[in-house]
């Protein structure tokens, strides 16, 4: 078997050309070609694919994938991936110490047997031998057992092709197919699961349901083990010298026993000992607090009046002030803000008795060498705390603390406004097909700016607090202009303008792909005309609408082919690179269809849409252009290539399946909330909130998921007219806390004024 040593990403293709060699046993030159075999055991050479030698630049190499960048159930290169073998987080793996529990979840706390008490490690084959090395269970992995656990990979083998799958003998299998374990193969799935409450089907069958996903069954591994590592990440922005690092009780010198970055918080151990399985490290430390939001206050004073003969008595007051405040409203326990209050009068009265001094001296055989003085002392102080001055008038103004306010633990994917975010739109398929009827002929004139003055936070959120200081006086907006006028099918043919569109689309990076704890998607925006789409998933690239739409030009001399199904883009072929060199040239800068503006429109295309200018002066700026491609080489970004290739991976990205939802602006349906000035006058922004749960899905059904959102588009129709859209913010908003077990689904929602932010 062949393993990378390279971790292979997400969105990443793997692919491999080879072929079958003679095979002799002496190893010397063979005359038997090894070949696959198939579940009957009839011979067949199902791989050989390709030819491989000395390959030149005008051969063709053909591979077989055996990954995808999206890679589902049901989907072929699926079914060549091990489902059996997990990577347990680190590797290598000391054995001293190592346990590994299997845990099952379906709407429950997670237990470690079945039913019928039952180890789990014993029904995937885990636990076979007891710790003696006789065959029998003993509820403890088989730690010495090499053909299930490898520490040296940090990998989990366990013994069934399909682990999470019953198995199920076929009639026509061959009953000489076993497992590692002597059992006769069907499926290749789990002879142990007979009870079909084991099976999780989503690990090896696409469900559309979220509540079947919920309702499957769910298996974890629990892993308990120790691995070399010379490097501790501590925590950021240590205080110098504030480390005190042992070893089994001895303190470690730094520099000789190990080096510390306090900037990036990092501990590197040099002394081999540390290292050691069984080592007894701590380490200790302090850290600077970065920011510090909370406002503290501490007034004190005290007052002291003297009197008397010599000034020896007083009497005196003081008075202590303790206030830290908290900049959330909704406080949490623990962050409550305080207020003490100390006060303290104490007083000392001391007065010489001269009578006294001269009655002892008429004393026989007494005689005083001092006065004789009178002291008096007393003191009353009070503490008055609060130790929480968040009251609630509705509680008595007790003071008031959440255990969770539920919007400190709000988690949002912004989806951004900034306009180089965004391309032209590709058009977009129909709901429950991969057909196109929204094409380039029904393409209106659309585009998409952010003003170049920005618009002060006050007249989208009036009472929100703001300030220059905080950088939150002014906000950017996203702006989209459409014509349904400019289209061919109102232009050529006398179209209903409601059926024009257009609109503009991004791609985002890994870290938003993954939007299956999401709720909703929800978007601040001023309009209220027509009907906005936004889609979310894989979405095609392609900004032709079919194979009629190619087209081939001239460029500095030398043709190249454009339009549907191919990868237009700026950046021509270099002799170094068939992809270009990822600039542009002044030869390059005629945009992504290669046509100048001043040729004539054909194939459903405007070549005069694509043409760049803009000149932020003046009271009215004039930004009907600045989307343009075509001799922005002097703009901002401009020696960047204009591209179909929204992803950078090098290629078209033609496949369509994702989910989407249309908001009628001129209906409620959908908006949570709007905006009013102090006198009650409305904004004109409204917030739409869509749960996530009512998107349709458009394309490849099977291959919608929302682990996958790896594009984003917004697009408009329904309009009779030139309409502009504003849009404040675009969020999938989802929340850290997790759902547990089987969910109601609300369909609808409470609609509120907002008057505040």
Known sequence: MLQLEQQVQADEVLAVAYRDVPYSPDGGPGTTIVYEYDSSLLEVDTFQVGTLGNLTTTDTLHLSMIKSDDVQPGQPPYELELKNVFYLGARPINKEGFDLKIQYTRGSQPVEETEDAENFLQLFGLDLFDESGNLANDDIVDKDNTNTINFS?????????????????????????????????GTGGNPNLTEAQYQSLSFYNHLQSSNDYQNDSKFQFVVKYSNRSSVINLAFNLIENSEEVTLDGRRLQRGSDYQIDYFSGTLTILNEA????????????????????????????????????????????????????????????????????????????????????????????????????????????????????ANNAELGDRGVAYIDDFEGSRRETNLGVQMNNWSMAAPPVDIGTNLISKNNHKRGFAYWYNPYNRIPTNQIWPNKETSAQAQNDVTDILVLNFNPDSSFAVR????????????????????????????????????????????????????????????TVTIDGQEYPKGWNRLDTEDLPSATSTLGDGLVSEVEDV??????????????????????????????????????????????????PDTEDLNNNGALDTKNAYFTISVDLSQDDYIAGRTQYNNGSYTGWKLVRVPLTEFDIAGDAGSTVWEKIKFARVWMDEVDTTTILQIATLDLVGNDWQESGETGIFSSYDREEIPAD
């Open 492 to 551: 050529d043919d006398g179209a209903d303008p409601r059926d024009s569109w257009g609109g503009f689309m991004r791609s985002l990076s890994s870290g938003y792909y993954d939007q299956s704890e999401s709720k909703f998607l929800e978007m601040w925006v001023r309009g209220e005309a027509g009907r906005i789409h936004v889609d979310l998933g894989l979405i095609s690239e392609d900004l032709q609408s079919g194979p009629a739409e190619q087209w």
């Open 274 to 389: 540390a290292l050691a399985p069984g080592a007894q490290l701590e380490v200790k430390y302090e850290q600077h607090e970065f920011f510090q939001l909370d406002k503290k206050i501490i007034l004190g004073s005290r007052a002291e009046y003297k009197f008397g003969k010599n000034q020896q008595s007083y009497i005196g007051a003081t008075a202590l002030f303790f206030s830290k405040s908290s900049i959330d409203e909704k406080v949490r326990i623990g962050k409550e803000p305080i207020q003490n209050f100390v006060w303290d009068v104490n007083t000392k009265m001391s007065y010489e008795l001269d009578w006294l001094t001269k009655a002892i001296d008429w004393l026989p055989i007494i005689r005083t060498d001092k006065p004789s003085t009178f002291n008096i002392q007393g003191e009353v102080a009070q503490v008055r705390p609060n130790p929480n001055t």
């Open 153 to 185: 990979t940090g990998e989990v083998f366990l013994p069934y092709l399909n682990p999470f799958m019953a198995d199920t003998l076929p009639p026509n299998a061959n009953p000489a197919l076993e497992d590692a374990l002597g059992n006769k193969l």
């Open 591 to 640: 945009g992504i269809d290669g046509w100048l503006h001043t040729q004539r429109d054909t194939l459903d295309w405007h070549p005069s849409w694509d043409l760049w200018s803009f000149e932020p002066s003046g009271t009215n700026i004039d930004y009907t252009h600045v989307n343009g491609g075509e001799g922005n080489f002097n703009a901002e970004g401009g020696r960047y």
